[in-house]
Protein backbone atom coordinates (compact mmCIF):
# COMPACT_ATOMS: atom_id res chain seq x y z
CA UNK A 1 0.00 0.00 0.00
CA UNK A 2 2.70 2.30 0.46
CA UNK A 3 4.36 1.78 -2.72
CA UNK A 4 0.86 2.71 -4.36
CA UNK A 5 0.58 5.58 -2.74
CA UNK A 6 4.00 6.32 -3.45
CA UNK A 7 3.00 5.85 -6.97
CA UNK A 8 0.25 7.99 -7.21
CA UNK A 9 1.09 10.46 -5.79
CA UNK A 10 4.18 10.63 -8.41
CA UNK A 11 1.71 10.97 -11.09
CA UNK A 12 -0.86 13.24 -9.18
CA UNK A 13 1.35 15.99 -7.13
CA UNK A 14 0.97 18.35 -11.10
CA UNK A 15 -2.54 19.25 -9.82
CA UNK A 16 -2.54 20.27 -6.09
CA UNK A 17 1.11 21.59 -6.73
CA UNK A 18 -0.35 23.78 -9.64
CA UNK A 19 -3.64 24.77 -7.70
CA UNK A 20 -1.57 25.40 -4.55
CA UNK A 21 0.48 27.70 -5.74
CA UNK A 22 -1.96 29.65 -7.56
CA UNK A 23 -4.03 30.47 -4.83
CA UNK A 24 -1.46 31.22 -2.67
CA UNK A 25 -0.34 34.01 -4.92
CA UNK A 26 -0.72 37.96 -3.07
CA UNK A 27 -3.28 38.84 -5.67
CA UNK A 28 -6.22 36.63 -6.55
CA UNK A 29 -7.81 38.57 -9.68
CA UNK A 30 -9.72 37.54 -12.82
CA UNK A 31 -6.75 35.93 -14.49
CA UNK A 32 -5.57 34.32 -11.69
CA UNK A 33 -8.97 32.75 -11.28
CA UNK A 34 -8.99 31.80 -14.74
CA UNK A 35 -5.92 30.06 -14.72
CA UNK A 36 -7.40 28.24 -11.88
CA UNK A 37 -10.07 27.20 -14.00
CA UNK A 38 -7.87 26.33 -16.52
CA UNK A 39 -5.89 23.91 -14.47
CA UNK A 40 -9.15 22.21 -13.27
CA UNK A 41 -10.48 21.83 -16.76
CA UNK A 42 -7.03 20.53 -18.04
CA UNK A 43 -6.89 18.11 -15.12
CA UNK A 44 -10.37 16.68 -16.20
CA UNK A 45 -12.39 17.83 -13.48
CA UNK A 46 -15.07 18.43 -16.16
CA UNK A 47 -16.69 21.90 -17.05
CA UNK A 48 -19.60 21.78 -14.23
CA UNK A 49 -17.44 20.47 -11.26
CA UNK A 50 -14.80 22.88 -12.21
CA UNK A 51 -17.61 26.31 -12.18
CA UNK A 52 -19.04 25.02 -8.72
CA UNK A 53 -15.79 24.49 -7.66
CA UNK A 54 -14.40 28.01 -8.28
CA UNK A 55 -17.64 29.72 -7.22
CA UNK A 56 -16.98 27.66 -3.92
CA UNK A 57 -13.35 28.31 -3.61
CA UNK A 58 -13.61 32.03 -4.42
CA UNK A 59 -16.32 32.06 -1.37
CA UNK A 60 -14.03 30.54 0.87
CA UNK A 61 -10.66 31.84 0.16
CA UNK A 62 -12.29 35.91 0.84
CA UNK A 63 -12.64 34.85 4.28
CA UNK A 64 -9.33 33.25 4.69
CA UNK A 65 -7.26 35.17 7.58
CA UNK A 66 -3.83 34.75 6.26
CA UNK A 67 -2.79 33.34 2.83
CA UNK A 68 -0.36 30.77 4.02
CA UNK A 69 0.65 27.53 2.73
CA UNK A 70 -0.87 25.48 5.58
CA UNK A 71 -4.19 27.87 5.24
CA UNK A 72 -4.29 27.79 1.74
CA UNK A 73 -3.76 23.51 1.48
CA UNK A 74 -6.58 23.11 4.08
CA UNK A 75 -9.40 24.88 2.24
CA UNK A 76 -8.31 23.35 -0.95
CA UNK A 77 -8.06 19.56 0.94
CA UNK A 78 -11.76 20.47 2.31
CA UNK A 79 -12.85 21.49 -0.94
CA UNK A 80 -11.78 18.63 -3.06
CA UNK A 81 -12.79 16.01 -0.52
CA UNK A 82 -16.17 17.91 -0.73
CA UNK A 83 -16.36 17.35 -4.27
CA UNK A 84 -15.31 14.05 -4.43
CA UNK A 85 -17.47 13.19 -1.66
CA UNK A 86 -16.88 11.65 1.80
CA UNK A 87 -19.96 10.47 2.61
CA UNK A 88 -20.53 7.59 -0.11
CA UNK A 89 -20.27 3.91 0.96
CA UNK A 90 -17.40 2.80 -1.15
CA UNK A 91 -17.58 -0.91 0.11
CA UNK A 92 -17.22 -3.71 -2.08
CA UNK A 93 -19.61 -6.19 -1.29
CA UNK A 94 -17.80 -9.49 -1.87
CA UNK A 95 -18.93 -11.94 0.88
CA UNK A 96 -20.65 -14.99 0.36
CA UNK A 97 -24.29 -15.52 1.76
CA UNK A 98 -24.37 -18.50 3.54
CA UNK A 99 -23.84 -20.98 0.83
CA UNK A 100 -24.21 -18.58 -1.83
CA UNK A 101 -21.23 -17.02 -3.30
CA UNK A 102 -21.56 -13.35 -4.03
CA UNK A 103 -21.64 -12.30 -7.43
CA UNK A 104 -19.70 -9.72 -9.13
CA UNK A 105 -20.21 -8.22 -12.67
CA UNK A 106 -17.25 -6.11 -14.36
CA UNK A 107 -18.01 -4.05 -17.45
CA UNK A 108 -16.52 -1.57 -19.36
CA UNK A 109 -15.41 -0.76 -22.48
CA UNK A 110 -12.83 -2.72 -24.50
CA UNK A 111 -9.01 -2.02 -23.22
CA UNK A 112 -10.01 -0.22 -20.00
CA UNK A 113 -8.72 -2.72 -18.05
CA UNK A 114 -11.72 -5.19 -17.17
CA UNK A 115 -9.56 -8.53 -17.42
CA UNK A 116 -6.26 -6.95 -15.95
CA UNK A 117 -9.22 -5.91 -12.52
CA UNK A 118 -10.39 -9.18 -12.20
CA UNK A 119 -7.41 -10.95 -12.33
CA UNK A 120 -6.20 -8.18 -9.47
CA UNK A 121 -9.47 -8.57 -7.38
CA UNK A 122 -9.49 -12.30 -7.63
CA UNK A 123 -5.47 -11.93 -6.36
CA UNK A 124 -6.67 -9.63 -3.49
CA UNK A 125 -9.86 -11.82 -2.10
CA UNK A 126 -7.43 -15.08 -2.61
CA UNK A 127 -5.16 -13.05 -0.65
CA UNK A 128 -7.82 -12.62 2.37
CA UNK A 129 -8.23 -16.82 2.43
CA UNK A 130 -11.11 -16.18 0.12
CA UNK A 131 -11.92 -18.78 -2.79
CA UNK A 132 -12.77 -17.03 -5.69
CA UNK A 133 -14.06 -18.82 -9.53
CA UNK A 134 -13.70 -16.29 -12.38
CA UNK A 135 -16.58 -16.48 -15.50
CA UNK A 136 -15.15 -15.29 -19.05
CA UNK A 137 -18.31 -14.12 -20.62
CA UNK A 138 -16.51 -12.03 -23.19
CA UNK A 139 -17.20 -14.80 -25.93
CA UNK A 140 -16.36 -12.56 -28.74
CA UNK A 141 -12.61 -13.12 -28.87
CA UNK A 142 -11.07 -16.19 -27.91
CA UNK A 143 -7.61 -14.12 -26.96
CA UNK A 144 -10.19 -12.76 -24.07
CA UNK A 145 -10.69 -16.10 -22.52
CA UNK A 146 -7.56 -17.21 -22.74
CA UNK A 147 -6.36 -14.02 -20.95
CA UNK A 148 -8.73 -14.30 -18.03
CA UNK A 149 -7.19 -18.00 -18.16
CA UNK A 150 -3.64 -17.27 -17.65
CA UNK A 151 -4.66 -14.78 -14.89
CA UNK A 152 -6.64 -17.33 -13.32
CA UNK A 153 -3.44 -19.72 -13.54
CA UNK A 154 -1.13 -16.96 -11.70
CA UNK A 155 -3.58 -15.79 -8.68
CA UNK A 156 -5.27 -19.40 -8.09
CA UNK A 157 -8.72 -19.72 -9.66
CA UNK A 158 -10.73 -21.61 -11.71
CA UNK A 159 -11.74 -19.93 -14.76
CA UNK A 160 -15.50 -21.36 -16.54
CA UNK A 161 -15.00 -20.71 -20.47
CA UNK A 162 -16.86 -21.48 -23.28
CA UNK A 163 -15.92 -21.47 -27.17
CA UNK A 164 -15.88 -18.19 -28.96
CA UNK A 165 -19.09 -17.00 -29.70
CA UNK A 166 -21.07 -18.87 -26.99
CA UNK A 167 -23.82 -16.87 -24.83
CA UNK A 168 -21.62 -14.97 -22.71
CA UNK A 169 -25.25 -15.36 -20.08
CA UNK A 170 -24.97 -19.00 -20.50
CA UNK A 171 -21.23 -18.87 -19.22
CA UNK A 172 -22.08 -16.45 -16.42
CA UNK A 173 -24.73 -18.79 -15.35
CA UNK A 174 -22.71 -22.06 -15.45
CA UNK A 175 -20.23 -19.94 -13.63
CA UNK A 176 -22.39 -19.09 -10.97
CA UNK A 177 -23.88 -22.58 -11.06
CA UNK A 178 -20.57 -24.07 -10.70
CA UNK A 179 -19.52 -21.37 -7.61
CA UNK A 180 -22.57 -22.32 -6.01
CA UNK A 181 -21.94 -26.26 -6.27
CA UNK A 182 -18.51 -26.22 -5.12
CA UNK A 183 -19.09 -23.45 -2.45
CA UNK A 184 -16.91 -20.88 -3.67
CA UNK A 185 -16.67 -17.47 -1.94
CA UNK A 186 -16.89 -15.01 -4.54
CA UNK A 187 -17.43 -15.53 -8.65
CA UNK A 188 -16.16 -12.33 -10.65
CA UNK A 189 -17.51 -12.35 -13.92
CA UNK A 190 -15.23 -10.64 -17.06
CA UNK A 191 -17.89 -9.38 -19.69
CA UNK A 192 -17.39 -8.08 -23.42
CA UNK A 193 -16.47 -4.51 -24.19
CA UNK A 194 -17.10 -3.95 -27.70
CA UNK A 195 -19.08 -0.41 -27.55
CA UNK A 196 -19.74 -0.09 -31.68
CA UNK A 197 -22.45 -2.00 -30.90
CA UNK A 198 -23.60 -0.14 -28.02
CA UNK A 199 -27.16 -1.70 -27.76
CA UNK A 200 -26.05 -5.06 -28.67
CA UNK A 201 -23.73 -4.72 -25.75
CA UNK A 202 -26.69 -3.32 -23.17
CA UNK A 203 -28.71 -5.88 -23.87
CA UNK A 204 -26.36 -8.50 -23.56
CA UNK A 205 -24.73 -6.98 -20.17
CA UNK A 206 -29.06 -6.50 -19.19
CA UNK A 207 -29.12 -10.81 -20.08
CA UNK A 208 -25.75 -12.11 -18.38
CA UNK A 209 -27.52 -10.21 -15.02
CA UNK A 210 -31.13 -11.63 -15.54
CA UNK A 211 -29.66 -14.96 -15.55
CA UNK A 212 -27.17 -14.82 -12.94
CA UNK A 213 -30.10 -13.48 -11.07
CA UNK A 214 -31.94 -17.03 -11.65
CA UNK A 215 -29.42 -18.57 -9.42
CA UNK A 216 -27.72 -15.74 -7.12
CA UNK A 217 -28.01 -12.16 -6.26
CA UNK A 218 -25.40 -9.56 -7.92
CA UNK A 219 -23.94 -7.83 -5.50
CA UNK A 220 -21.68 -5.70 -7.59
CA UNK A 221 -21.80 -4.43 -10.96
CA UNK A 222 -18.33 -2.57 -11.44
CA UNK A 223 -17.73 -0.30 -14.38
CA UNK A 224 -14.12 -0.01 -15.30
CA UNK A 225 -13.10 3.43 -16.33
CA UNK A 226 -9.37 4.67 -17.93
CA UNK A 227 -8.61 7.62 -16.27
CA UNK A 228 -6.06 8.46 -19.19
CA UNK A 229 -9.39 8.70 -21.82
CA UNK A 230 -10.82 11.65 -19.66
CA UNK A 231 -14.41 13.14 -20.64
CA UNK A 232 -14.59 10.58 -23.63
CA UNK A 233 -14.57 7.81 -21.07
CA UNK A 234 -16.84 9.79 -18.75
CA UNK A 235 -19.13 9.56 -21.66
CA UNK A 236 -18.84 5.99 -22.45
CA UNK A 237 -19.36 5.46 -18.51
CA UNK A 238 -22.93 7.41 -18.94
CA UNK A 239 -23.93 4.89 -21.12
CA UNK A 240 -22.92 1.94 -19.23
CA UNK A 241 -24.25 3.65 -16.10
CA UNK A 242 -27.67 4.43 -17.72
CA UNK A 243 -28.27 0.66 -19.12
CA UNK A 244 -26.99 -1.03 -16.23
CA UNK A 245 -26.99 -0.76 -12.26
CA UNK A 246 -23.29 0.43 -11.32
CA UNK A 247 -22.95 0.06 -7.86
CA UNK A 248 -19.20 1.17 -8.24
CA UNK A 249 -16.62 2.48 -10.72
CA UNK A 250 -12.77 1.15 -10.90
CA UNK A 251 -11.03 4.00 -12.17
CA UNK A 252 -7.88 2.09 -13.82
CA UNK A 253 -4.29 3.17 -15.15
CA UNK A 254 -4.71 6.07 -12.38
CA UNK A 255 -0.52 5.75 -12.72
CA UNK A 256 -0.75 6.05 -16.30
CA UNK A 257 -2.17 9.97 -15.92
CA UNK A 258 -1.38 13.40 -13.93
CA UNK A 259 -4.74 14.27 -14.78
CA UNK A 260 -6.29 13.17 -11.06
CA UNK A 261 -9.10 15.17 -11.79
CA UNK A 262 -11.28 12.69 -13.33
CA UNK A 263 -12.14 10.91 -9.83
CA UNK A 264 -13.95 14.47 -9.42
CA UNK A 265 -15.52 14.25 -12.49
CA UNK A 266 -16.81 10.86 -12.47
CA UNK A 267 -17.78 11.57 -8.45
CA UNK A 268 -20.02 14.52 -9.59
CA UNK A 269 -21.41 13.50 -12.68
CA UNK A 270 -22.27 9.81 -12.47
CA UNK A 271 -22.64 9.92 -8.84
CA UNK A 272 -21.59 6.16 -8.37
CA UNK A 273 -18.87 5.60 -5.80
CA UNK A 274 -15.49 4.94 -6.90
CA UNK A 275 -14.64 2.16 -4.81
CA UNK A 276 -11.53 1.02 -6.62
CA UNK A 277 -7.95 2.23 -8.55
CA UNK A 278 -5.94 0.67 -10.86
CA UNK A 279 -2.04 1.71 -10.46
CA UNK A 280 -0.68 -0.63 -12.48
CA UNK A 281 -0.25 -3.24 -14.66
CA UNK A 282 0.97 -6.17 -11.98
CA UNK A 283 -1.40 -8.50 -9.78
CA UNK A 284 -1.10 -5.99 -6.83
CA UNK A 285 -1.47 -2.71 -8.28
CA UNK A 286 -4.85 -2.67 -7.15
CA UNK A 287 -6.27 -0.51 -3.74
CA UNK A 288 -9.58 0.79 -2.67
CA UNK A 289 -10.30 4.12 -3.06
CA UNK A 290 -9.76 6.29 -0.17
CA UNK A 291 -10.51 9.71 -1.00
CA UNK A 292 -8.09 11.17 1.99
CA UNK A 293 -5.30 9.50 0.59
CA UNK A 294 -5.80 10.55 -2.57
CA UNK A 295 -6.23 14.12 -2.07
CA UNK A 296 -3.23 14.18 0.25
CA UNK A 297 -1.14 12.62 -3.09
CA UNK A 298 -3.02 15.80 -4.83
CA UNK A 299 -1.44 18.12 -2.51
CA UNK A 300 1.97 16.44 -1.91
P1 LIG B 1 -10.06 -5.14 -21.10
O1 LIG B 1 -10.10 -5.19 -22.60
O2 LIG B 1 -10.99 -4.12 -20.56
O3 LIG B 1 -10.23 -6.46 -20.45
O4 LIG B 1 -8.61 -4.58 -20.72
P2 LIG B 1 -7.30 -5.36 -20.24
O5 LIG B 1 -7.50 -5.90 -18.87
O6 LIG B 1 -6.88 -6.30 -21.30
O7 LIG B 1 -6.27 -4.15 -20.09
C1 LIG B 1 -5.85 -3.38 -21.21
C2 LIG B 1 -4.42 -2.92 -20.97
O8 LIG B 1 -4.38 -2.01 -19.89
C3 LIG B 1 -3.46 -4.04 -20.59
O9 LIG B 1 -2.23 -3.80 -21.25
C4 LIG B 1 -3.30 -3.89 -19.09
O10 LIG B 1 -2.07 -4.37 -18.61
C5 LIG B 1 -3.43 -2.40 -18.93
N1 LIG B 1 -3.88 -1.99 -17.59
C6 LIG B 1 -4.99 -2.40 -16.92
N2 LIG B 1 -5.11 -1.76 -15.74
C7 LIG B 1 -4.04 -0.93 -15.63
C8 LIG B 1 -3.60 0.01 -14.62
O11 LIG B 1 -4.20 0.24 -13.57
N3 LIG B 1 -2.44 0.69 -14.90
C9 LIG B 1 -1.74 0.49 -16.06
N4 LIG B 1 -0.64 1.21 -16.25
N5 LIG B 1 -2.14 -0.36 -17.01
C10 LIG B 1 -3.26 -1.08 -16.81
Do not use: C, Y
Amino acid sequence: LVRLRARLARSQTSLGKGLLELLSRDRLDDDAWDEIEDTLITADVGVAPTRAMVDELRTRVKVLGSRDHAEVRGLLREQLLAQIGTDLDRTLHTAPHGERPAVLLVVGVNGTGKTTTTGKLARALIGDGRTVLLGAADTFRAAAADQLQTWGERVGAEVVRKDEGADPASVAFDAVSKGMAEKVDTVIIDTAGRLHTKTGLMDELGKVKRVIEKKATVDEVLLVLDATTGQNGMRQAQVFAEAVNVTGIVLTKLDGTAKGGIVISVQRELGVPVKLVGLGEGPDDLAPFDPEAFVDALLG
